[in-house]
């Protein structure tokens, strides 16, 4: 019978409303589209997935005065709900306004070219799934707190909303110049895990920082790691662990000096990398110029 029939074959819910939203599943029942991105399916989520981000938000809430820089800290309220995951289409509303950027959510990691192509059109792509409980303080890879927590409010700055797009762009240019691992190592230690020079001190705005634990503290006043000033081409020789701590942090003093530093062609630039020998991560350089903490 045609009910029968429809009731048990796909209607597209892969999964029940007390079922959590399974990590790396791309195929979701054909909820994944062409472009990587897919419904943030809401219902999914558990009572104990909005519960483990309200303590996420509140322990790194509590932490980013004093640490995170205040383009962060201004926009932060704007991701709207603390307590529970927030509604992509809720902080959608804002953020449009603000500066025509949009997130979409997507089933994780997505490849290099989708991704440059989203940022291209201003779309930020936010994983949909939560971190279990067990991985409160650590977790390999990007889950829905670290995309929104860590990269959001910075989306509502219009010079970072600018760089991001232009990132999205340069991206699929380095694509066809077969660049993508240098201008990835600028997107880690910039997006990821830049620090800023403010009147008050230093101060992080890179998305890995802005969302871990004990790196926010670390990264802005451990005597350990290096601290230079931002070159890409320094950047771009030099490797990343993304298993710890990192070794060096490279610092702007404003999102229009990361603008300015960024805008020139790359071409002749990846040429010249290529060219050079790889750095550690934990390399220092004469010519570096270091930043006390
Ligand atoms: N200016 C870079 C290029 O020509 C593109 C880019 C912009 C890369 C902003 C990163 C950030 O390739
Ligand atoms: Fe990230």
Redesign the pocket.
């Known amino acids: 019978m045609n009910t029968v029939h429809k009731a048990t074959s796909a209607v597209p819910t892969s999964y029940g409303a007390s079922e959590r939203p399974p990590r790396g599943d791309y195929a979701r029942a054909g909820q994944v589209h062409a472009d990587y991105t897919c419904p943030q399916n809401y219902a999914a989520y558990t009572e104990q997935d909005h519960d483990t981000y309200r303590r996420l938000y509140e322990r790194q809430a509590a932490l980013v005065p004093g640490l995170a820089c205040d383009e962060f800290i201004a926009a932060l309220p704007a991701l709207g709900a603390k307590d529970r995951i927030p509604r992509f289409e809720d902080i959608n509303a804002r953020l449009y306004k603000a500066t025509r950027w949009e997130i979409v959510a997507v089933p994780g990691l997505i490849p290099e070219v989708p991704f440059f192509t989203l940022l291209a059109n201003r779309k930020f792509p936010v994983t949909d799934w939560l971190r279990t409980p067990a991985e409160f303080d650590y977790i390999v890879e990007p889950d829905v707190f670290h995309d929104l927590f860590g990269h959001v409010p910075l989306l509502f700055n219009p010079v970072y909303a600018n ?1 991001i797009q ?2 999205g ?2 991206g699929l ?2 694509f066809g110049l077969g660049a993508c691992e240098q ?1 990835s190592r ?1 997107y880690w230690y910039t997006i990821e895990f830049g620090l800023m020079r403010q009147t008050n001190g230093l101060r992080a705005y890179g998305a890995g920082i802005l969302s871990s634990g004990g790196e926010l503290q670390y990264s802005v006043h451990s005597e350990k790691p290096n601290r230079i000033a931002l070159s890409p081409e320094r950047v771009m020789r030099t490797r990343y662990k993304i298993d710890s701590y990192q070794q060096t942090y490279f610092v702007i003093d404003s999102f229009q000096q990361l603008f300015d530093l ?6 002749p630039l990846y040429q010249r990398v290529k060219a050079q020998s790889e750095l550690a991560a934990d390399a220092r350089l004469p010519e570096d110029a270091t930043i006390a903490p």
């Open positions: 760089h232009d990132y762009k340069g240019k380095a201008l600028l960024t805008a020139p062609d790359f071409t």
